[in-house]
């Protein structure tokens, strides 16, 4: 496997093709001061696109209160050097989550979005962890523009 690229490039999401098993943990509830975690499995396969300037990652989630299906779309514009990231998820056919954007540096990749939650207006990043055998995503709600961060998902991914 060839090491990360000191900055983002599309090869960014190489170490992530292929099948894996997912470790989920997420908050049950979300910008509410909740300590309490929900663990769960699911698993995904992640494919190439675009001739590798692009990915496609087709996830079963077995969450608690039932399956669900989902997919992410990445796509790399080689003049920004940056990714955008979108969700579409299952239990909301036709709704695309507005586009998470950033990069890689060393292995790490830090993406944001402006969106909302309960009608408020939120910021939410993506980190991502580039470990080619234990790959890491989390994702954080920021309700006060960036200042303090409430991490409300994390998967920790192995090889299928």
């Not at 908050?27 to 692009?54: D, I, K």
């Not at 399956?67 to 979108?86: C, K």
């Not at 910021?123 to 080619?132: G, S």
Request: hydrophobic residues 40%.
């Amino acid at each position: 496997m060839k090491p990360p690229h000191p900055t983002s490039s599309p090869a960014d999401f190489d170490f992530f093709a292929g099948a894996w098993h997912i470790a989920h943990r997420q908050l049950r509830q979300r910008l509410a001061g909740c300590t309490e975690w929900l663990s769960f499995p699911g698993s995904c396969v992640t494919r190439p696109l675009l001739g590798g300037a692009g990915n496609v990652d087709d996830n079963v989630i077995d969450h608690p209160s039932g399956r669900y299906l989902a997919v992410t779309l990445r796509a790399f514009d080689p003049a920004t050097q940056l990714w955008s990231i979108w969700w579409l998820d299952g239990r909301y056919p036709g709704r695309l989550d507005v586009p998470m954007t950033g990069r890689f540096e060393h292995g790490r990749g830090v993406f944001y979005a402006d969106d909302t939650f309960n009608g408020a207006p939120i910021r939410v990043r993506f980190l991502w962890q580039a470990h080619p055998s234990t790959p890491r995503w989390e994702q954080a709600f920021s309700a006060d523009g960036g200042q303090s961060w409430e991490t409300n998902w994390v998967m920790d991914f192995t090889r299928a």
